[in-house]
């Protein structure tokens, strides 16, 4: 191979990564290997037809052993049944880690287009973390990829570990509990677990100060929506753990994150109306050095700034990646006069990721259809009410879905 390439020049820590062979579709043939410090597989379908889809998984956790691993089922039939190629890397190197991702996807098309020659069309699609790599991919290198696929992405980039940040700092606030930060992990577990929890009661019964932090927490992540209180009782504990696992803010991702402009609003009549919770929150500033695009695409906002064709699905109770993502990656678009690539969908759902077989065939057909036909599909008005939001694109309607909710 010549020189790989890159979108930003980062270094990723030693990583060791691990090749797990995998079984073709019928017809289809499997390749896999490792490159560098990633593993890759590659799946080409028995009559290519000269498209290629680079998948980007999420997180894979913080461990030295850096694995890929295939695109959702329902895609990577599809991809097999209509003669597209697959190819999926390893990151080379853990945890949250878009730029780095974002380096590796490109070099394993390099890979790819040396073995089996140049796509005619590249299409590069990613799930939660793998988001966040589309978007970075089609601001900063759009000569190399024909069209994106998000599903439950993190698109506006570091933004989402300012939303956990911003979670836990609402919470200290309401519950009148200041987590002891400088003091380590396990005193603000600690802090945690018989102070501030207690104050707001169980997500399943608040007390009254639990119902003015779930409000500002619904209003913070894209107002009233189908399947929120359901998202809500799942992350309750969960979106603690970026503060209980680095308080002191010494990890760069958490260097990086600020509250410095979220608006944090409680509904009226819990309490906190007004400003209240705005002028009382703890603020914090980021280190602007890491949210500096060219040297930290990981830890930096994205742009907006798209040239090729983007969709995305978003489950809408989602609380792992909320919504808000979403809203915030629209503006973007609009403001840099792209709006016009990117189509949204909501899926009615409380899950992170969780798409039905349709959903997912139905997304890459329509952006199929879009790229290579230039038929714009329909998408949702995510900036708009989304009280009985995503009807059009969920298919089925899942089991207890709440109806309108406002």
């Given at each position: 191979m010549s020189g790989p390439p890159r979108l930003f020049d980062v270094t990723p820590t030693a990583a060791t990564p691990v090749s797990v062979p995998f079984d073709p579709l019928p017809g289809a043939r499997a390749y896999y290997g490792t490159l560098e410090q990633t593993a890759y597989r590659i799946e080409m379908p028995p009559d290519w037809n000269g498209g290629l889809l680079l998948w980007a998984h999420g997180i894979h956790g913080f461990a030295p052993e850096v694995r890929s691993e295939?695109?959702?089922?329902?895609?990577?039939?599809?991809?097999?049944?209509?003669?597209?190629?697959?190819?999926?890397?390893?990151?080379?190197?853990?945890?949250?880690?878009?730029g780095i991702a974002a380096n590796d996807t490109l070099l394993l098309k390099q890979y790819f287009t040396e073995r089996f020659g140049r796509p005619e069309r590249t299409y590069v699609a990613g799930n939660s973390m793998g988001g966040n790599v589309v978007t970075l991919a089609l601001e900063n290198f759009p000569d190399?990829?024909?069209?994106?696929?998000?599903?439950?992405?993190?698109?506006?980039?570091?933004?989402?570990?300012?939303?956990?940040?911003?979670?836990?700092?609402?919470?200290?606030?309401?519950?009148?509990?200041?987590?002891?930060?400088?003091?380590?992990?396990?005193?603000?577990?600690?802090?945690?677990?018989?102070?501030?929890l207690p104050a707001l009661g169980p997500?399943?019964?608040?007390?009254?100060?639990?119902?003015?932090?779930?409000?500002?927490?619904?209003?913070?992540?894209?107002?009233?929506?189908?399947?929120?209180?359901?998202?809500?009782?799942?992350l309750f504990r969960p979106n603690f753990g970026l503060i209980t696992g680095d308080p002191r803010r010494d990890l760069p991702m958490t260097r990086a994150a600020s509250t410095a402009?979220?608006?944090?609003?409680?509904?009226?009549?819990?309490?906190?109306d007004g400003d209240a919770v705005n002028q009382g929150v703890r603020r914090f500033a980021a280190d602007m050095d890491l949210r500096d695009p060219a040297r930290h695409p990981e830890t930096s906002p994205t742009t907006g700034k798209i040239r090729d064709p983007l969709l995305t699905l978003h489950e809408t109770g989602d609380l792992t990646v909320p919504l808000s993502m979403e809203q915030s990656y629209r503006r973007k678009t609009v403001a840099a006069g792209t709006g016009d690539l990117l189509v949204q969908r909501l899926i009615r759902s409380s899950s992170h990721c969780e798409f039905s077989d349709e959903e997912v065939a139905r997304a890459w057909d329509d952006l199929v259809a879009w790229v290579e036909g230039g038929t714009r599909p329909a998408g949702d008005d995510v900036s708009g009410?989304?009280?009985?939001?995503?009807?059009?694109?969920t298919s089925p309607l899942r089991p207890n879905d709440p109806g309108t909710t406002r």
């Open positions: 295939n695109p959702p089922p329902a895609l990577r039939s599809a991809l097999i049944a209509r003669g597209y190629a697959w190819a999926a890397s390893s990151f080379s190197q853990n945890g949250f880690v878009p190399e990829f024909d069209g994106g696929l998000s599903f439950c992405g993190v698109v506006a980039g570091e933004e989402w570990v300012d939303y956990l940040l911003a979670w836990a700092m609402a919470a200290e606030f309401i519950a009148g509990v200041e987590l002891p930060l400088e003091e380590g992990p396990a005193r603000v577990t600690e802090a945690l677990e018989t102070q501030l997500a399943e019964a608040p007390t009254p100060k639990g119902e003015a932090f779930r409000s500002v927490i619904r209003n913070m992540t894209g107002g009233a929506r189908p399947f929120f209180a359901e998202g809500f009782r799942q402009g979220i608006d944090f609003r409680a509904d009226p009549g819990l309490g906190f009410d989304l009280s009985d939001s995503g009807r059009a694109f």
